[in-house]
């Protein structure tokens, strides 16, 4: 998305546990190539359903829990 001052984009994501927020890095960070392809400059919102080590919280397997959903720039 747009940064308030017009000056660049802003990437956004959080997690409802910390665990979660380091899944979504994971996924990224691993399937960057195909979500551009999928979605390419446009602002898109997800489900992600991870996975992770309860002794470390570290992410083991993070993947899309829901479809991709785009957003129309008007709303």
């Not at 409802?16 to 380091?22: A, K, R, S, V």
């Not at 979504?24 to 080590?53: C, H, N, P």
Request: net charge negative.
């Amino acid at each position: 998305m747009s940064r308030p001052d017009g000056r660049g984009n802003l990437l956004v994501f959080t997690g409802i546990h910390p665990q979660g927020t380091l899944g979504v890095v994971d996924l990224i960070t691993s399937e960057i190539a195909t979500l551009w392809g999928q979605v390419g400059e446009e602002r898109f919102s997800t489900v992600v359903e991870v996975e992770y080590d309860p002794a470390t919280g570290e992410p083991v397997r993070a993947e899309l829990a829901s479809p991709l959903y785009r957003h129309d720039e008007e709303s």
